[in-house]
């Protein structure tokens, strides 16, 4: 719940393994409509709750899962033509945290999910 952030947390662009522990667990996946997929959760950093869209299932497309071994390497910063079926995260909370550019939300934590491809029945 939003009562439950932490104000003290200053900006700063991070990212910790512990991070997409957490939301793992934490985290709920809706599909409202094809190929838009929404996260719902708390920020594993500064407990504000999150609804994080991503807008990405293209990615995906013919693509299985478990291609590769190495996927958890990167996810962010790398330009292939096959993506890693991983996605960047980042807090996109609307609440202050100290130093945070204007142009910007959240407190700047980011990490990567595993959003499972959409089943087919
Ligand atoms: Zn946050
Ligand atoms: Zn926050």
Same mark, same amino acid.
């Given at each position: ?5 932490? *104000? ?23 599909? #409202? ?23 990405? *299932? ?42 945070? #550019? ?20």
């Amino acid at each position: 719940m939003s009562t439950d952030h932490l *104000d003290g947390i200053p900006y700063e662009e991070t990212t910790d393994d512990a991070y997409a522990v957490t939301a793992a667990h934490t985290f709920s996946v809706q599909r #409202p409509s094809k190929g838009f997929t929404l996260l719902n959760g708390d920020c594993p950093r500064c407990r504000a709750t999150l609804s994080v869209p991503l807008v990405s *299932d293209v990615l995906r497309q013919g693509e299985p899962p478990r291609r590769r071994r190495g996927i958890l390497r990167r996810a962010a910063g790398t330009r292939r033509s096959r993506p890693a079926p991983y996605e960047t995260v980042r807090c996109n909370c609307r609440l202050p945290h100290s130093g945070r #550019p204007e142009n910007r939300r959240g407190c700047g934590a980011y990490w990567n999910v595993y959003v499972a491809p959409q089943e087919q029945p």
